[in-house]
């Protein structure tokens, strides 16, 4: 390909929302170019590299007997209303209207579609296992695009769909993707950082994220201390993250009692003008340790039996069929955990099978426990199911809020004087807390999330009735996985590890070009030298940008600096009038030029590519 003939708008200057390196380089190497907030066009260069990325995807996922099929963008709305997500993911589905009024969204994931497809062709075990992907359009109306394609609200993604007869079926192709994500990663040039992840409202019982170190991530990472040595592979978003217990064991409501024995009874002391943690500090003297913080939280689209608590303030949801399980709307809860720890919100809604948990407005703080914010306490709170962390347990001695203004309780005591409706793991594991598998240190890192792979188990398939005859001519629901990778996302971590000062330096495998040839001045002997040389790459398989520009070599060092090819080849008539035809090669990785014979530069840089290129893909 001639350059003259491309169209490789490179730039000098840098777009000011322009922040990250790829985003920079992305413009200024002419891959992309914004055509409104979050919706990217890729130029023919970029679009070259965004290929290569799915191709390798691709491979990967026939590799495993994942099956590609094409489906929709626009999806009809009654799907997402069975599945209830047309309530639960609230703006960022973007919602149309066709001429007859009915309602679509834009595919923002596609469980609902595939599992509609599915549920229409599927009739007995022998189709299973079945995985079937895309790789499409997705649009997700992000508050906040940032980062170029790293966040856009148009974007392209992987997602494949498996069903199977059982867990051990399921967990066999959930390996087998945590594999195949591996090598995605690493043909790309990758270092990519797998860790254990939220499974969510859909429980299920494995969730796996391939994280990228970035300052700018949106993912804390715990990692342990001992990982550096190979020691302990503990590695978990923070959203997931666990960590061994700092107080000896969790209590049952027996030992509690047991351990309050000497308590003296609860009592309430006058805490004036005292609502958060530090004041209370100050106010008694005392360390946060010593108390039990509760907060009050909304949850949204609860998919957890309450029938048993009538006096909770929840709003059912209309079910889609008589027989389906109960849906809440809207629920409030109160969550204590000790006074110094922070509660996990992700970790909370997991517990609770919420699709989303937040704080309680002030209003409804007031509402539903009688006090201002700052004074909730475990202590005669009827009004609201508790949920409390392991660590309140063997709290037999504490202070906490008394649901009046201005009063606290002290000597408060777990089991004796209050008792939880819920008790399990909700605490926020921070750095220097200890791993939960070897007792090291943990440590903390930002990452981005390239791709997911998750148990999904039964949460569409049974909200959509999807059945099959097993081998006993019985009916069964299959159990579902699902594994998405973000091919833009991809894309742009890829320059963000692989840049220098100058541009991008491409790994061979993603490359637009694997060569550019800069003929000194394209004329002459070496206008027949360059073409020559690049009809002999191109015959051998190997892709040439020959820089045909009538521009200064210094110009067109810089482009190709900028556009990262791997390796850029010199002509000019110094080189060409040796003895022995010369021209010079450099490699974008490196900093010194070397010179090869002309009549075998094309041989040579075959087979340094093709090694190159074996080298990622790791065989
Ligand atoms: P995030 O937490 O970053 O919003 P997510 O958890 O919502 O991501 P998934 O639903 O798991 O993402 O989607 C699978 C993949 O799609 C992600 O791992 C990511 O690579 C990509 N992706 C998701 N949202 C975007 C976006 N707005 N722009 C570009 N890629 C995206
Ligand atoms: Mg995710």
Known sequence: MNYSQNFIPTLREVPADAVIASH??????????????????????????????????????????????????????????????????????????????????????????????????????????LTLYQINTKYRDEVRPRYGVMRGREFTMKDAYSWHENENSLDKTYQEMGQAYRRIFKRCGLTVLPV???????????????????????NTLILCKSQTQGLCDYAANVEKASCKADFAG???????????????????????????????CSFLNAEPKTFIKTLIYRAENVELDLSSIPSCAKLERKKPSPDAPAVYAEVFFAAAIRGDLDVNEVKLAAILKASEVTLASDTDVVRLTGAPVGFAGPIGLTTLPLVIDHSVTVMNNAVTGALAKDLHYKHAAYGRD??????????TVKAGDTCIICGSELYTKMGNELGHIFKLGYKYTRSMNVSYLDVNG?????????????????????????????GIIWPVSLAPYHITIIPIKYDGAVKEAADKLADQLTAAGIEVLLDDRNERPGVKFNDADLTGIPYRVVIGDKGLGQEVP??????????????????????????KIHKELTLLSGC
Request: net charge negative; charged share 30%.
């Open 474 to 502: 019985k009916s069964q629901t299959p159990t579902m996985g699902c594994y998405g990778i973000g091919v833009d996302r991809t894309l742009a971590s890829v320059i963000e590890e692989h840049h220098d000062e100058a």
């Open 24 to 129: 920079r380089l992305m413009f200024r190497a002419g891959l992309i170019r914004k055509l409104a907030n979050g919706l990217f066009a890729y130029l023919p260069l970029g679009l070259r590299s965004f290929r290569k990325v799915e191709k390798i995807i691709k491979e990967e996922m026939d590799a495993v007997g994942a099956l590609e099929i094409k489906p929709p963008v626009v999806q009809p709305a009654e799907l997402w209303k069975e599945s209830g997500r047309w309530d639960a993911m609230g703006q960022s589905l973007l919602r149309v209207k066709n001429r007859l009024d009915h309602d679509f969204i834009v595919s923002p994931t596609a469980e609902e579609a595939f599992t509609a497809l599915v549920r229409d062709e599927l009739s007995s075990y022998r189709q299973l296992p």
């Open 250 to 280: 969790i209590m049952s409501i027996e030992e509690a009692k047991t351990a309050a024995a000497n308590t003296p009874a609860f009592e309430k002391i006058d805490t004036p003008n005292v609502k958060t943690i530090d004041e209370l």
């Open 418 to 427: 209050f008792e939880a409706w819920l008790v399990d793991d909700i605490r």
């Open 582 to 607: 010369q021209v010079e090669v450099k490699s974008r990785k490196e900093k010194e030029t070397f010179m090869a014979d002309l009549d075998k530069a094309a041989e040579e840089l075959t087979q």
């Open 196 to 218: 254990k992840a939220d499974s969510g409202a859909m429980g299920g019982s494995g969730s796996e994220e391939f994280m990228v170190e970035s300052e700018v991530g949106d």
